[in-house]
């Protein structure tokens, strides 16, 4: 069973727009919720993070929104650029033993 | 510039080989973990050490995967005998702290057996 989930295996933005990622989790047992970015034969690299105590995190043109009501973890690029097309995970950690639980990503790719 | 690192790139076996894998994590972090990606799921956590010790490998086959790290600067994650169905990318990261909350990682040995 998936505890994690990226439903949407791809996505594709025009340069300039916003471009939004989804997640969704299963249950109320993760305390930290990560973004990584990964470009083709590299391995993933962190992006941006957000407590559960939090509902917002926001770095540069990168915003992190968590509504723990929903289970539903969205990650925002404005304005998206051409290098921002990528794979991109969401990943949970779990509270008891902080291991990190991943979606399965979601393919980015920028029109010009 | 302080990176993991990871060999082989690439590694195409038939099936019934051995395969070892290695990474070097970065210099100074204590905890190692051994991921490994398919085409149809995220990331799936293999095995986990700190400060060399195997915290978790529940996440491994344990009759053909062995995972060790003989000192702090490597570690080995070994299939034998390999099949088919362990094609994928195994990736290595590192972290430090008890809590990791940030993890690096290497670029990846893409497995191929035939």
């Known amino acids: 069973d998936q505890q994690v989930k990226q439903n949407s295996p791809s996505l594709s933005v025009q340069e300039g727009r916003i471009s939004i990622l989804n997640c969704d989790y299963t249950?109320?047992?993760?305390?930290?919720f990560l973004w990584y970015k990964k470009y083709p034969a590299e391995g993933p690299t962190f992006l941006i993070s957000?407590?559960?105590i939090k509902d917002k995190n926001e770095d540069g043109r990168f915003t992190v929104f968590l509504n723990k009501s929903a289970k539903h973890l969205s990650l925002h690029i404005v304005p998206s650029q051409p290098g921002d097309s990528a794979v991109y995970f969401c990943?949970?950690?779990?509270?008891?033993?902080?291991?990190?639980?991943w979606g399965a990503g979601t393919k980015l790719i920028i029109k010009p | 510039d302080a990176r993991v690192t990871q060999t082989p790139r690439d590694k195409v076996t038939e099936m019934g080989q051995e395969v070892t894998m290695r990474c070097q994590p970065i210099l100074g972090h204590n905890t190692v973990f051994w991921y490994r990606q398919t085409m149809m799921q995220g990331l799936e956590l293999l095995a986990y050490f700190r400060n060399r010790a195997p915290l978790d490998d529940s996440g491994m086959p344990k009759d053909r995967f062995s995972a060790e790290m003989p000192d702090a600067t490597l570690a080995t994650l070994k299939i034998q005998p390999s099949e088919p169905r362990d094609s994928a990318v195994y990736f290595c990261a590192s972290g430090l702290g008890q809590v990791v909350d940030t993890q690096y990682f290497g670029p990846g040995t893409r497995l191929t057996v035939l």
């Open positions: 957000i407590s559960s």
């Open positions: 249950n109320s047992m993760f305390d930290y």
């Open positions: 990943a949970a950690r779990r509270r008891s033993n902080y291991q990190l639980i």
